[in-house]
């Protein structure tokens, strides 16, 4: 209905204008208004139509989805949503891959410090509780061998092969000597220029000290007490002299050594006078031989042992001297896991 009005607006302009075109009677300015007017008029009545037109565009309702569309739009969102939560999800991802790496990198740096700073381990060792014998090698890595060695000493000396052993040689000589209470025994330190030459090598006396009870066993028999004679070659291997001791008359090195007695422990005591190492020595020179340890941690091995088989004597007031001072300081006999054992005939 508004279409129609305005398209009657129209035509009476257009007549109007032609109208007034052709009248004789008016005068051109007047024409000219006429016509203007009328232009104006068909633009107001076209601008009518076309805001008339869209306003019944806009009022007209919203088309319908198919089924097709509907299924296509909720697959695209289901697509959006999944691609939201797979981005959350890398995130979250490499978060943790990051964190992990930043752990392990700190963890690192951690173990690095820990392992720069120096272990210190302990070097107390007894011959009874936590510090035995029986934990020697566990205290401190250095000592393993006394844990896990097979050629430790002492061992018990039996089945030996009966052979023609030579002949230690002993080159003593009386030489100066101190006396120190070391806290484990009572250790004598011997001037130099004391050797004993066996296999066709030389070794030097260094020192000798005290066990009780005896630490070898012979066929299963111990003895009262042991003196070891640690000697050592030029290039530091070792041979252990054994002398055991057994109830008897006085030995006068020994009553020298218990002469000097330092009065503290861990001091030291150095008498002017001298002390010969031979007199030590036993009258019969046969003896056993085998391949062992030290006694005492670290418990190296690889040392060569010479133990006497004629014991010497000592007073029963020098037994119970050193007693007094260490009751037990004898490592228990070890397992001589098949060595050679030799003996003189």
Known sequence: MRSLLTLIACCCVVSAAAGTEKDPLLSPSTKSAVVGAAGVTASMAAASGASSASSAASSAPPRKLTEREKEAQAEADLTARIQERLAIMRA?????????????????????????????????????GETGPANWGKINPAWAKCGSGNRQSPIDLRDGMKVDLEQITFDYHPSSFNVTDNGHTVQVMVGSGNFLTVGNRTYELIQFHFHRPSEERINGKGFEMVVHMVHKDPEGRIAMLALLLERGKPQPVIQTVWNNLPLEKFDTAAPSEPLDP????????????????????????????????????ASPQQMALFSRLYPLNARPVQPSGGRIIKESN
């Open 92 to 128: 979250n991802q490499a978060a943790r891959v990051a964190a992990a790496a930043k752990a392990k990198k700190q963890a690192a740096v951690k173990e690095a410090a820990v392992a720069a700073i120096p272990k210190v381990y302990s070097n107390v060792w007894s011959y009874e």
């Open 278 to 313: 031979q007199d030590l020595l036993p009258a019969k020179r046969e003896y056993y031989t085998f391949m062992g340890s030290m006694t005492t941690p670290p418990c190296n091995e690889g040392v060569l042992w010479l133990v006497m088989k004629e014991p010497l004597q």
